[in-house]
């Protein structure tokens, strides 16, 4: 008698999502473990109404359950084939082309059929070669990768003169009279050079470990100082409290604020140089991998990538502790002359204080401002939804908005009607698959005409993020700035003090990114704007 091949998870409680124990079937016909259906209804006694937990069939009274002796053994018998070594696929592995039902995990791939086969098959399948050789690598999941789009054949050439894989047929087209060489004479050659850049990653991760160290070290020491002034102003102040109570803790927020401001620049550094090492430890490791793989395709497709030094930062630096003597002189000054206390001496210690950006979304949100956009500057290509603030793109359906001297003519933007003063915050959400600019500017940037000096970034009186799905970029004065930002998200944060002229974008998710920030000086009110491309849209968030 022929045997069924039958497939485990025909055979899985859809409660627990394991084999079925003590199956027992409902009138409805689907299955269950005792215990699982038993649990359910035990919740609907006070109903009185049982039901199956997937078609939802109601019983009443509670139906009497019996195991079900059939599904029962057939699910012994499901248990012992899984002890046998049956290997299905799972997450990570190749699966076998030829299974059916579940796959199971394939163990090589044949590079003349282009398919991978699991144990069996491949017995099969060298059965049915009857001598003809096929060529058998270890099993990859890049078989689609190693067969040329245009004609369907294996990769086996290297053209030095484009730097790519091809395959024979592209010899006698478009590579004709090219550099070319085989795969594996290609792999010889840049061979040579793996070694060398290990070595050079290598020197380079041990470079940026002492880099850390140094920070860490510095950081550290700059802690420690900052502790010893905190512990020392607060014990002078501490013989004048009585006068002076109020002063004590502003004090000591001016000193950590110095803290803050030069410490965490050195964390933020310290992050991109751990992600940095990572990076060369996940390529010195991926290196390391291709070069015992037998499979020269593979190889010259990765070394490609992988040999590529990442970006990092060109300066690190640890030099710069700043003094406190200012600060604990002033407070000596406090404890000498009480009768100035609030005056000259609580001068001089604010002086020391520099402005410093908030370091949480929570400290950002006390600077949150309420945008209104200005209707008078809308482009005609832009719409307004969701009580105006959505900002779309409508492209090939221009709106019937009432000519004013302050529209946008060709620049598809618009301004907000409030100015920043002081600290302000707000956010954005962006959506589509066009650019959208994210800008502050002042009013007056020139509305009219055609040209480049419309458009915010493209003159000296505004700055704007550019963003798309791939990418960041800044433009200020026409001068563009690439941002290596890998991190993307579609809600953004600006945020700008206005008198210490910083600008800063964010990445907003479950944290708070650093995409790009700008220390300037802002000479008139600033305005913020968007520009939103085709297909594009731009959300003011109410926080």
Not at 25 to 36: E, K, P, S
Request: hydrophobic letters at 30%; a neutral charge.
């Amino acid at each position: 008698m022929a045997s069924i091949s039958v497939d485990q998870d025909h055979f899985m409680c859809s409660v627990c999502l394991d084999l079925l124990k003590d199956p027992v079937t409902l009138h409805c016909g689907h299955t269950y473990c005792m215990r699982c259906i038993t649990d359910c209804w035990d919740q609907d006694d006070q109903t009185g109404i049982y039901s199956c937990p997937q078609c939802r069939q109601t019983f009443s009274p509670r139906p009497v359950l019996g195991k079900n002796v059939v599904v029962a053994e057939m699910v012994e018998k499901l248990k012992k084939t899984r002890l046998s070594g049956v290997c299905y696929a799972g997450a990570g592995d190749v699966e076998c082309d030829v299974c059916t039902g579940r796959k199971h995990k394939a163990i090589k791939s044949c590079l003349t059929c282009l398919k991978s086969y699991c144990q069996t098959h491949l017995e099969r399948h060298e059965e049915f070669l009857s001598g003809n050789s096929h060529k058998i690598v270890t099993v990859t999941r890049k078989l689609k990768e190693m067969i040329c789009p245009q004609h369907q054949k294996l990769l086996e050439v290297f053209c030095r003169t484009d730097q790519q894989c091809v395959c024979l047929m592209c010899l006698m087209d478009e590579h004709k009279n090219h550099d070319t060489v085989s795969a594996a004479a290609q792999r010889t050659h840049e061979e040579k050079h793996l070694k060398e850049t290990q070595r050079k990653f290598q020197e380079k991760i041990h470079q940026r470990e002492k880099d850390v160290q140094e920070l860490r070290d510095a950081v550290e020491c700059h802690k420690r100082c900052a502790q010893t002034t905190v512990e020392d102003c607060e014990m002078m102040l501490t013989e004048v409290m009585s006068l002076i109570e109020r002063r004590r803790s502003e004090v000591t927020q001016l000193i950590r604020d110095q803290e803050t401001a030069a410490v965490s620049p050195a964390e933020g550094l310290l992050e991109r140089l751990k992600q940095e090492i990572d990076d060369l430890r996940r390529r010195d490791a991926e290196l390391d991998k291709i070069s015992h793989t037998d499979d020269h395709i593979t190889f010259l497709q990765s070394f490609q990538s992988l040999s590529a030094p990442p970006e990092s930062p060109d300066d690190i630096s640890v030099t710069f502790l700043i003094s406190f003597d200012a600060v604990r002189e002033s407070v000596r000054q406090l404890r000498d002359k009480l009768q100035d206390f609030c005056t000259q001496p609580m001068r001089k210690i604010s002086v020391t204080h520099t402005n410093t950006v908030p370091r949480i979304r929570d400290d950002f949100l006390q600077y949150s401002h309420q945008l209104t956009l200005d209707l008078n500057t809308l482009n005609k290509n832009l719409c307004l939804s969701e009580g105006n603030r959505t900002i779309t793109n409508t492209f090939l359906q221009k709106c019937q908005y009432p000519n004013h001297p302050d529209r946008f003519d060709d620049a598809c933007q618009v301004l907000c009607k409030e100015s920043v003063c002081g600290r302000c915050y707000w956010e954005i959400e962006r959506t589509g698959v066009n650019n959208v600019f994210i800008s502050v500017s002042y009013k007056s940037i020139r509305r009219k005409g055609p040209g480049d000096e419309c458009w915010f970034g493209y003159n000296d009186q505004s700055w704007s993020l550019i963003c798309s799905d791939s990418s960041y970029s800044f433009r200020h004065n026409k001068i563009k700035t690439k941002l290596p930002v890998k991190l993307r998200s579609d809600r953004l944060g600006v945020y700008v003090d206005e008198r210490a002229g910083i600008l800063s974008f964010y990445s907003i998710s479950d944290t708070m990114t650093l995409i790009h920030s700008i220390s300037t000086t802002f000479t008139q009110p600033l305005y913020p704007g968007f520009t939103v491309c085709h297909n594009s849209s731009v959300k003011l968030c109410d926080l």
